[in-house]
């Protein structure tokens, strides 16, 4: 073999790389010297080949026969999760002990590189990169983007995982061999091969990998994302919703007004009609964007200000609109329409029902009867009554409006920034069917008599229904506009990042 045969059987070695073939060159030695009668491990000359020393005395004056290509092509599906992987903004890097250039031809073709893309700074081979400074290794590594690392070794592995971890990245390795097994025990997630693994892989890992897919890897961080999302919701649901509560309380003392509700009402609130709504959000379906948005980092608060913000915003809301429903029946004859004194209850001024306490210092203050939605004749002996007997129809669209404003707000939740639009109720049928069952029990407790009595409720007729759903919805709409911000926000962010 001269120099010229020599380069041309490189250059065809080079080309079939350049393509994605693994190349294994084939050779033979027609001198076997001490080995020309091997049989098996007990023949004189074994022990030669378990001594490294001896391989470069054994492997000389070989004849060279050929180049054999093989084709390992990647799944269908590994390009499609390259991509949703880039959109997630998670960093894919390729380490293989094959050629750089077979390497680089198999990330173009799952599009880890885009056609054309010039790889300098972006592929090495692990001598290449170890050979470099320090900072420069931490300044490839850090740079966005997919990288490839080819002819690896154990220790490249395992140097490049924990460079990567020394920078703050979240480290998600795979892996399948022997030699693989101290980088996976190093990353913070190791996943071995279930099918083509070895078992030193699988015990060295997090996570084993039941179809040897890497697309199922991306489907797992969408779950993982999600199941994180779900909790934020159940989160985000029950906190503004007792954010709400604790601010109508305290509207009502600072604002000198009989108590909205009693603490029967607020835990029959708290236990029964807020429990199914919130448990069916852990059924909450993936937002549409969950692979468009940056991971967080692991230090990453669960409530930050933004957030607060809102819980705080629905919470307020909550409050006034249950305090307000109170104050309105109270001193109202109207309300956008809706008759509130169809029941002839009597009006006061809101001086009076802040005072109330001093009621029976006033003057010619007196009260008429009223009906409630079943017949009955609220009476009153005493003209004061009115603000404790009497209070009673007030209470109930109080009760009402905070349980009415607690399944609204339970659609909110379907999604911390999508609107309903895009992600609709319907996405969550548990969600419906536990609105349902929450409603159904509040108008049970309304409408069957013993019960109505033991919290303090009356039945309510179809124009106080109007009244109640009327200022219940606008939690909806509030918090849509707060999503539009917070995505708005979220994009600014992104676009800055980039």
Known sequence: MDESCSQLLLSRNSEMSSKGLRCLGLAYKDDLGEFSDYYSENHPAHKKLLDPASYSSIESDLVFVGVVGLRDPPRDEVDKAIEDCKAAGIRVMVITGDNKSTAEAICHEIKLFSDGEDVRGKSFTGKEFMALSPSQQIETLSKPGGKVFSR?????????????????????????????????????????????????????????????????????????????????????????????????????????????????????????????????????????????????????????????????????????????????????????????????????????????????????????????????????????????????????????????IEMFNSLNALSEDSSLLTLPPWRNTWLLVAMSVSFGLHCLVLYVPFLANMFGVVPLSLNEWFLVILISIPVVLIDETLKFFGRSRRHRVKEKTA
């Not at 061999?177 to 693994?197: C, E, F, Q, R, S």
């Not at 029964?272 to 991971?295: C, E, H, R």
């Open 152 to 404: 690896a070794e154990p220790r490249h592995k395992q140097e490049i995982v924990r460079m990567l971890k020394e920078i703050g990245e979240i480290v998600a390795m795979t892996g399948d061999g022997v030699n693989d097994a101290p980088a996976l025990k190093l990353a913070d997630i190791g996943i071995a091969m279930g099918i083509t693994g070895t078992e030193v892989a699988k015990e060295a890992s997090d996570m084993v990998l039941a179809d040897d897919n890497f697309s199922t890897i991306v489907s797992a961080v969408a779950e993982g994302r999600s199941i994180y999302n779900n909790m934020k919701a159940f989160i985000r649901y029950m906190i503004s919703s007792n954010v709400g509560e604790v601010i109508s309380i305290f509207l009502t003392a600072a604002l000198g007004l009989p108590e909205c509700m009693i603490p029967v009402q607020l835990l029959w609130v708290n236990l029964v009609t807020d429990g199914p709504p919130a448990t069916a959000l852990g059924f909450n379906p993936p937002d549409v964007g969950i692979m468009w948005k940056p991971p967080r980092k692991s230090d990453d608060a669960l409530i930050d200000s933004w957030v607060l913000f809102r819980y705080l915003t629905i919470g307020s809301y909550v409050g006034v609109a249950t305090v307000g429903i109170f104050i309105l029946w109270y001193t109202q004859a109207s309300f956008m329409g809706i008759n509130l004194v169809s029941d002839g209850h009597t009006l006061i001024e809101l001086s009076q029902l802040r005072n109330w306490g001093e009621c029976s210092t006033w003057s010619n203050f007196s009260v008429a009867p009223y009906t409630v939605g079943d017949g009955h004749l609220i009476t009153f002996s005493n003209p004061c009554d009115y603000f404790t007997i009497g209070k009673v129809k007030a209470m109930t669209l109080s009760l009402s409006v905070l349980v009415a």
